[in-house]
C-alpha cells in the first residue's frame, strides 16, 4: 500500500504564504511525477502544479509567479510554496502521485485526503 499525506493548510490573509507538504510512504518501488490539485466549492478539480523525477515542472497559468513546487526525493516528498495568495486560491488541495508500487507492473495515482487552504480577510 502506498499513502499520500499533506499538512500545512489553514487560514491566511490575502497576500499572505502557506507552505504545503506531501509525504509519499508505503511500498514504494518508484515515483514518477507528484503534484498538487484544488478543487473549489462547485469547481472541478484543477492541476495547480506538477514535478516530474527528472525535475520538469508545470503550473496552471493562475499560480504562475507566485507557487513555487520542489520535491525532495530522498525523502518521497513535494512542497507547494504558495506566496501572494488571493482569495480565488480558496480550496481543498489534494496531493497527487503517479507511483508504482513494490509487486507492480505499473504505476497507477494516489491521492492524498486533501487540506484546506482559505485565504480570507
Known amino acids: 500500500q502506498v499513502q499520500l499525506v499533506e499538512s500545512g493548510g489553514g487560514l491566511v490573509q490575502p497576500g499572505g504564504s502557506l507552505r504545503l507538504s506531501c509525504a509519499a510512504s508505503?511500498?514504494?518501488?518508484?515515483?514518477?511525477?507528484m503534484g498538487w490539485y484544488r478543487q473549489a466549492p462547485g469547481k472541478q478539480r484543477e492541476l495547480v502544479a506538477g514535478?516530474?523525477?527528472?525535475?520538469?515542472?508545470n503550473y496552471a497559468d493562475s499560480v504562475k509567479g507566485r507557487f513555487t513546487i520542489s520535491r525532495d526525493n530522498a525523502k518521497n516528498t513535494v512542497y507547494l510554496q504558495m506566496n501572494s495568495l488571493k482569495s480565488e486560491d480558496t480550496a481543498v488541495y489534494y496531493c497527487?502521485?503517479?507511483?508504482?508500487?513494490?509487486?507492480?507492473?505499473?504505476?497507477?495515482?494516489?491521492w492524498g485526503q486533501g487540506t484546506q487552504v482559505t485565504v480570507s480577510s
Open positions: 497527487n502521485g503517479v507511483i508504482r508500487a513494490t509487486g507492480w507492473g505499473a504505476s497507477k495515482d494516489y
Open positions: 508505503g511500498s514504494i518501488f518508484s515515483i514518477y511525477a
Open positions: 514535478i516530474t523525477r527528472d525535475g520538469s515542472i
